[in-house]
């Protein structure tokens, strides 16, 4: 049974950190691709960020890039998203989400998701 878990979300000031983790079961984690997508109130999910799982490439959002900072540790079967200078806009919940190969952009390419993990940044 495949299984993404988001961990780590939580409420911060502007400009604080954050890392959240996303820990994946049932699949070959090391072939797959792992990419984190944000969906805050009445907007659209966005993509974030995304790393390869075989070179651990890596793809961020224009929004992000600088920021934020992907990982992964291959032998615990998990990614991490460092969040740093977080903005109010920051604010949203935060999935994980993993695609043979990547890193994608697109969320059509991911075939699992996880459940979200809320991150809100106080102004």
């Known amino acids: 049974q495949v299984q993404l878990v988001e961990s780590g979300g939580g409420l911060v000031q502007a ?3 954050l890392r ?3 820990a ?3 699949f070959t984690f090391s072939v797959y691709g792992t990419g984190w997508f944000r969906q805050a109130p009445g907007k659209e999910r966005e993509f ?3 790393i390869r ?4 490439n890596t793809l961020y959002a224009d929004s992000v890039k600088g920021r934020f900072t992907l990982s992964r540790d291959n032998a615990k079967n998990t990614v991490y998203l460092q969040m740093d200078s977080l903005k109010s ?3 949203a919940v ?3 989400a993993a695609s043979y190969l990547g890193p994608y952009s697109s969320s059509s390419r991911y075939s699992w998701w996880g459940q979200g993990t809320q991150v809100t940044v106080s102004s």
């Open 15 to 17: 400009g604080g950190s």
């Open 20 to 22: 959240l983790s996303c």
């Open 24 to 26: 994946a079961s049932g």
């Open 48 to 50: 974030v960020a995304a």
């Open 53 to 56: 799982g075989s070179n651990s």
């Open 89 to 91: 806009e920051d604010t």
């Open 94 to 96: 935060y999935y994980c």
